[in-house]
C-alpha cells in the first residue's frame, strides 16, 4: 500500500511543508487524498496531527484507510469513551507523535488534567483496602451488579471483587486476602470462569473528576492542524476549502459488479490499474492482462485517478458498487451461565409429581436431621411445598402461552397426573406423526452437493457485509449436511436482522448450482417482495432466474410463473402458502427454505416433504429454543444458533418518554436531517387517522404514509414498498411492521403507547431501526409514567437495561411466555402447553419419542437425603445466584462437569465452607441415579435404599457408600 501512496506524495507541491505559510488552502478532495495526505505530512515534519471534520462517518472511513500504512496506535478516533482520553491524554504527556482523527462537536468537551483522575493501577500482592477498591468504583462511574457481564458493572463477593473495565479484553476478577491482593485474573463473562493470571491490571474510570477539567482545546495546541473551517483558538495549518490548492485528480468510473465492462477498460486504456481489497477475487485478476493490474491488500474507502502519472486506483466501493463494511469487530455479549437457570420471586413454576405452583423465595429449615435449604411453592388454598434441595431437578420454571395466568393445581389431589397422563397420549401422536415423516426422510436418499467455487467467491464478494463468526460456523454445518447423501433438515435460531437471509440466499445458490430448484417459504407478501429484491439484486451477475408468487402476483404473470416452474425454468421461487397449493408443481425441486417457520403449522410445513421425502429443508427463526425443548427436538432436527450481532451494527440507543409535540418534532426532523426515515408505531387502528392529522399539523413539510392490519395484502405491500423507494419520509402503523421487514434507511421508530406491547414486541420493533451504518433510535412512549403498571414497568426497564446486540435470546429465553411458547410447536399444542408449561411439555415430547423409538426413557430421579447440605447466605448472599447454583448442581451430566463446577465455584467465590461438601455428594449421587436409570433414593438415619423397577436395595452406611454402592450398581 505504501508504494501507492509514495507515487501520490509527489503530486503534493513543496510549499505544504512550509511552516512560515499557513494557513495553506487546499481544494476539498475525497477520504483516500485526505488519508494520503495525512501519511504525507506524517512521515515529512514528525508532529502530531489533528484532522478536524464535522463528517463522523469520513473520519470512520479515514481511519480505516490510516490504519493500512500506520499501527493502530498510531491512530485515534476520538470519542467520549474515557479509555480513549486517557490514551490521548496518555500520548501528549509522553510526547508521542500520532494522528487524532476528532469530530467538531466534541471539540467544546472538558476532560481530565491529570491521567491519575482516570485509572486505578492494581498489582498483585500490594496491600490495598478492600473497600477503598469499592469506593473508588462507585465513584468512578461503575455499577454495581450481582454478576458482572457488561462493560461498567461490577460484583462483590466475599473475598473476591470482578469488575469490566471499558478497555480491557474480558473482564477482571481481583481476590483479596486480609487487605492484600493475592489474586489478579481476566474471566469469561459468560461461563464466569477465569482464563488468565496478571501480575497488573490498569483500571479506566468511566466517569471523571469535575473538580479537575480543562477544555480538550488546551490539548490542542501543539498539533499541526487540518480542517474544513477556522476554528477559534486554534491555529489552522491546512484549510479544505472550494478553492485553492487543487490535486490533479479525479474520480473513477462505478462498475457495480460488472466484471466484463471493468476487463473491456483496462485492456483498452493506456492506464497503470491498482486494485485495493480486502478480499482476493482470482477468477477475476486472472481475467484481466497481468502487465496492466496490481492487486494490493487492503481497505480504502474510496478509489482515485491520477491522469499525470496515467493511474487509476479502484477499491471496493468502485468494482462492486460498495466498500465491504469494515469494522472492529464487537464482542458478542452471550448469556450468562446463571441467567439460564435462575428463577425469582412470585414466579410460576411446574413441579412433575404436583403441577403448577407460584414460587415464593428460599427458606432454611431443620426437619430433624440438620439445616437445609427449601424452596418454597405455594398451591391451591394457601398451601406451601418445601422442596428440598436434592429434588430442584423436578422443578421448571412456568412458560406458557401469552400472558395469561396458568391454573394453579392443588397438593394431594389426583387430577395433576391424570392431565399428565392425557397430554402423554397427545404427545404420543404428535411424536408418532413427527417420527413418520423422519423415518421417510432417513430412508430418502440423493446425491452429495458438489461445490460451485466461482458462485461461491462472488456471492461473498457481493456480500456488503464481513460474515459474523456464528454465519461463518453456520454455513460450514449447512454444507457438511449437504455434502451428505441423506436431505438435511436444520432450524437456524437468530436474533432480528442477524443475518439469517444470507445464509438462506448462499445455501439456495448452492442447490441452485447443482441444478435443483429452491422453494422459499414466507409468511406474508411483504416478506417475499422483500426477500425477492434481496435475491435478484445479488444474484444478477450470476445465471439464475429468480420469480415471486404471492397474492399481489397479477393473474396473467402467475400462469406463466407455474407453467415455467413446471418446465424447470425457474431456479428460485419465493412465495407464501400459495407455493402450497394443489397447481403448483417443480420439474426438481431440491431444497425448500422455510423463513419464520414457528408462523406455519406442523401440517403446512410437511406437506411439502411427504411430495418429496428427499427434498432439504433449512428452516429460520427469530423464536428462541428454550433447553428443553432443544433437547426433546435435537435427535430430530439440527438446530444452528447466531448469537453473533452484525459486525459494525451499532446498539440501538433506547429511551423512554411522555408524549410532547416539541420533542416528537425534534426526533422526525434529527432523523431525516440526516437523510433517514422514521416509523411511527401506534397499535389501534381506530387512532391512526389521528395521529396522522396531528402530525401532519406539527410536521406540514414531512411525507406521511399509513400502514394497518385491515387493509389488503396488495395495499399493504404497495405502501410498505413505497415506503422503501422514499415516497413517504415517515410510516406511521400498527405492529404488522414486527414480521422480518429490512428497510437500511429507517434508523429511528417511535413506539406511542409502549406501556401496552409485550416485551417480546417492543424488542422486535426495536430491532426494525439501525440496520444500516447509522445508528439507530428507540423511542418508546407511555402515557402517565407515575401510573404504569408493576409488569410494564419491568418490560420497560428490560429494554433500558438489554440494549445491546444479541439481547433478543436473552430477553426471550427470560422471557419467552411474553411472545407465546405454543408458536414452536404450533397452534395445536396451545392448550397443553398452556396447562402444564413449555418446559414439561418438551420432556413429555421427549419421553413419547423415545417410548414410539423403544429407546430407554430417561426420566429424573426421586431423591430423599435427609443430611443438612446448603450454601451459606454468607458465602452466596444473593438468593438468585444460591438458586441457580442448585439447579445447575442437580443437573449435571456427568461427574466431570461436577468437578469442573467445583472448581468454578472456587474460582468466582473462594474457597466454599465444609457444609457445601454434602451438597456436592447429593449432585453426584444424582449423576449417578439418572445415567443407571434408577428411579428412587432415599437416605435416613444411616440407610439407604435404592429403586429401580421391580429392583430394591437396603444397606447401612454414609453417602461415601452410597455413591461407591451406585459406582458399581448393575442391576
Known amino acids: 500500500m505504501k508504494e501507492i501512496v509514495n507515487l501520490f506524495s509527489s503530486l503534493f507541491p513543496k510549499e505544504v511543508l512550509d511552516f512560515n505559510n499557513f494557513p495553506i488552502k487546499f481544494y476539498k478532495f475525497n477520504e483516500t487524498a485526505i488519508s494520503f495526505f495525512i501519511y504525507y505530512l506524517y512521515q515529512n515534519i514528525k508532529k502530531s496531527i489533528l484532522l478536524l471534520l464535522e463528517d463522523q462517518e469520513a473520519l470512520n472511513k479515514i481511519s480505516q484507510n490510516l490504519n493500512n500504512f500506520l499501527s493502530l496506535n498510531e491512530v485515534i478516533l476520538y470519542s467520549q469513551d474515557l479509555s480513549i482520553i486517557k490514551n490521548l491524554i496518555r500520548k501528549i504527556a509522553k510526547g508521542e507523535n500520532f494522528v487524532l482523527l476528532l469530530p467538531k462537536k466534541f471539540l467544546s468537551d472538558l476532560i481530565p488534567k491529570n491521567i491519575n483522575d482516570l485509572i486505578l493501577k492494581i498489582i498483585k500482592n500490594q496491600y490495598f483496602p478492600y473497600e477503598t477498591l469499592k469506593n473508588w468504583l462507585f465513584e468512578k462511574g461503575y455499577l454495581l451488579t450481582d454478576l458482572v457481564w457488561e462493560e461498567g458493572e461490577f460484583a462483590v463477593r466475599g473475598s473476591i471483587i470482578d469488575i469490566f473495565p471499558p478497555d480491557t479484553i474480558s473482564p477482571i476478577r481481583i481476590e483479596f486476602e486480609n487487605e492484600k491482593i493475592i489474586s489478579i485474573r481476566y474471566f469469561d463473562e459468560i461461563t464466569q470462569r477465569s482464563i488468565k493470571e496478571l501480575e497488573e491490571i490498569e483500571i479506566t474510570a468511566l466517569s471523571g473528576n469535575t473538580k479537575n477539567l480543562i477544555p480538550l482545546k488546551e490539548y490542542l495546541k501543539d498539533f499541526l492542524i487540518i480542517s474544513d473551517e477556522i476554528i477559534e483558538d486554534l491555529t489552522i495549518h491546512y484549510l479544505l476549502t472550494e478553492e485553492g490548492i487543487t490535486l490533479p485528480i479525479t474520480s473513477p468510473p462505478n462498475y457495480f459488479g460488472d466484471f466484463s465492462l471493468l476487463k473491456k477498460e483496462i485492456e483498452t486504456s493506456d492506464y497503470f490499474y491498482y486494485l485495493i481489497s480486502e478480499n482476493y477475487f482470482p477468477s477475476l485478476l486472472k481475467s484481466l492482462p497481468p502487465e496492466k493490474i496490481k492487486y494490493l491488500s487492503g481497505f480504502l474507502s474510496e478509489g482515485l485517478v491520477i491522469p499525470s502519472l496515467k493511474i487509476t486506483i479502484l477499491t471496493e466501493k468502485e468494482i462492486f458498487g460498495f466498500p465491504k463494511r469494515k469494522y472492529r469487530h464487537k464482542k458478542f455479549k452471550g448469556l450468562p451461565i446463571d441467567d439460564l437457570f435462575g428463577l425469582k420471586k412470585n414466579e410460576y413454576v411446574v413441579h ?495 419421553e413419547a419419542i423415545q417410548k414410539l423409538k423403544k429407546e430407554e426413557i430417561t426420566k429424573e430421579p426421586h431423591l430423599k437425603i435427609d443430611l443438612p447440605a446448603y450454601i451459606p447466605e454468607d458465602f452466596i448472599g444473593n438468593s438468585y445466584q444460591r438458586i441457580a447454583l442448585y439447579q445447575r448442581l442437580l443437573r449435571l451430566n456427568s461427574e466431570r462437569e461436577l468437578e469442573e463446577l467445583i472448581l468454578e465455584i472456587r474460582d468466582r467465590y473462594g474457597n466454599y465452607p465444609p457444609i457445601m461438601e454434602n451438597l456436592f455428594k447429593i449432585a453426584q449421587i444424582r449423576i449417578l441415579a439418572f445415567n443407571k436409570g434408577i428411579n428412587k433414593i432415599t437416605y435416613e438415619k444411616g440407610i439407604f435404599t435404592i429403586e429401580k423397577q421391580d429392583k430394591y436395595l437396603q444397606k447401612e452406611g454414609n453417602l461415601e457408600d452410597l455413591i461407591k454402592e451406585l459406582k458399581e450398581w448393575d442391576l
Not at 460456523?473 to 436482522?497: A, S
Open 352 to 846: 412433575q409429581d404436583y403441577g403448577v405452583g407460584i414460587f415464593r423465595g428460599i427458606i432454611k429449615k431443620n426437619f430433624g436431621f440438620g439445616e437445609k435449604e427449601y424452596l418454597m411453592i405455594e398451591y391451591q388454598n394457601k398451601d406451601f411445598l418445601y422442596l428440598p434441595v436434592e429434588n430442584f431437578n423436578l422443578l421448571e420454571k412456568y412458560i406458557g402461552i401469552g400472558e395469561e395466568k396458568p391454573i394453579i393445581d392443588k397438593l394431594g389431589s389426583p387430577f395433576w397426573q391424570k392431565t399428565k397422563e392425557r397430554i402423554f397420549k397427545e404427545c404420543e401422536e404428535l411424536a408418532f406423526e413427527i417420527l413418520e415423516i423422519v423415518a421417510k426422510r432417513k430412508l430418502a436418499k440423493r446425491e452429495p452437493y458438489q461445490e460451485k467455487e466461482e458462485w461461491e467467491r462472488e456471492l461473498k464478494l457481493t456480500f456488503p457485509y464481513e460474515e459474523t463468526f456464528d454465519q461463518l460456523k453456520v454455513l460450514t454445518e449447512i454444507k457438511r449436511d449437504l455434502q451428505k447423501n441423506k436431505p438435511m433438515e436444520r432450524l437456524v435460531c437468530g436474533d432480528t436482522g442477524f443475518g439469517k437471509t444470507e445464509i438462506a440466499l448462499r445455501t439456495a445458490v448452492w442447490a441452485v448450482s447443482n441444478f435443483k430448484q429452491v422453494a422459499f417459504l414466507c409468511p406474508t407478501t411483504l416478506l417475499v417482495v422483500q426477500h425477492y429484491q434481496t435475491f435478484r439484486e445479488r444474484l444478477k451477475n450470476l445465471p439464475i432466474r429468480v420469480e415471486m408468487l404471492s397474492r399481489i402476483t397479477p393473474k396473467n404473470k402467475e400462469e406463466k410463473i407455474i407453467k415455467d416452474l413446471k418446465e424447470g425454468k425457474i431456479d428460485i421461487i419465493i412465495g407464501t402458502q400459495k407455493l402450497l397449493e394443489e397447481n403448483i408443481q417443480f420439474a426438481n425441486l431440491g431444497l425448500l427454505i422455510i423463513d419464520d417457520e414457528h408462523k406455519f403449522g406442523v401440517r403446512d410445513k410437511e406437506k411439502l416433504k411427504k411430495l418429496k421425502p428427499e427434498i432439504d429443508v433449512l428452516s429460520l427463526t427469530a423464536t428462541p429454543i428454550p433447553r428443553t425443548l432443544y433437547l426433546a427436538l435435537s435427535g430430530l432436527k439440527n438446530i444452528s444458533v447466531i448469537n453473533t450481532p452484525p459486525v459494525g451494527r451499532k446498539d440501538v440507543i433506547t429511551k423512554v418518554l411522555s408524549w410532547d409535540d416539541g420533542v416528537i418534532k425534534e426526533i422526525i426532523l434529527k432523523e431525516l436531517k440526516r437523510d433517514g426515515q422514521v416509523f411511527f408505531v401506534h397499535n389501534q387502528i381506530k387512532d391512526l387517522e389521528k395521529y396522522y392529522e396531528k402530525l401532519k399539523t406539527l410536521l406540514p413539510e414531512v411525507k406521511f404514509g399509513v400502514a394497518h392490519g385491515k387493509l389488503s395484502e396488495k395495499k399493504l405491500a404497495q405502501i410498505y414498498y413505497d415506503f422503501l423507494n422514499r415516497k413517504y419520509d415517515v410510516l406511521i402503523s400498527t405492529i404488522i411492521l414486527e414480521s422480518g421487514i429490512d428497510m437500511p434507511k429507517v434508523n429511528t421508530i417511535i413506539v406511542n403507547n409502549a406501556e401496552k406491547f409485550g416485551l417480546a414486541d417492543l424488542h422486535q420493533l426495536r430491532g426494525r431501526v439501525g440496520r444500516g451504518p447509522l445508528q439507530g433510535y428507540a423511542y418508546f412512549i407511555v402515557n402517565q409514567p407515575e401510573k404504569l403498571k408493576e409488569v410494564a414497568k419491568r418490560r420497560l426497564s428490560a429494554l433500558l437495561a438489554y440494549t445491546n446486540l444479541g439481547s433478543g435470546m436473552r430477553i426471550a429465553l427470560k422471557d419467552l411466555e411474553l411472545r407465546g411458547a405454543g408458536e414452536l410447536l404450533g397452534k395445536k399444542q396451545h392448550g397443553n402447553i398452556k396447562r402444564i408449561g413449555l418446559n414439561l411439555y418438551s420432556q413429555l415430547l421427549k
